[in-house]
């Protein structure tokens, strides 16, 4: 399975950007794609996740309210759409997807993942 992600920039304060994420595969209804970020000398932080067959998403504390995920079914894309977005959202952005299904409260662990993708940078600074 890969995982590419897309869509990452230099962006000013208050703007807003989507990232992509095209799958390999597409035999994974059950599993959640997820999107994490690392900003330097930070650990990895979850986004958020959405479970690609009824759509069931989970959301990070710190993006809740101004990023929205999303899926198409037909391309094995999921989106991230990240609006207001301030300097303290500046990081690596990695999308990534487990072998199987895992339940919602898992959505938000890394160690529940088993595919990446190389990740894009955001930056945000004026």
């Known amino acids: 399975v890969q995982l590419q992600a897309s869509g990452g920039g230099l962006v000013q304060p208050g703007a807003s950007l989507r990232l992509s994420c095209a799958a390999s595969?597409?035999?994974?209804?059950?599993?959640?794609m997820g999107w994490f970020r690392q900003a330097p000398g930070k650990d990895r932080e979850f986004v958020a996740a959405i479970r690609w067959s009824e759509g069931t998403t989970r959301y990070g504390g710190a993006v809740k309210g101004r990023f929205t995920i999303s899926r198409d079914k037909t391309s094995g894309t999921a989106y991230l759409q990240m609006n207001t977005l301030g300097p303290e959202d500046t990081a690596v952005y990695y999308c990534a997807l487990p072998r199987g299904r895992i339940i919602v409260s898992s959505f938000d662990g890394p160690q529940h993942y088993d595919y990446w993708g190389q990740g894009t940078q955001v930056t945000v600074s004026s």
């Open positions: 595969v597409r035999t994974f209804s059950g599993s959640p």
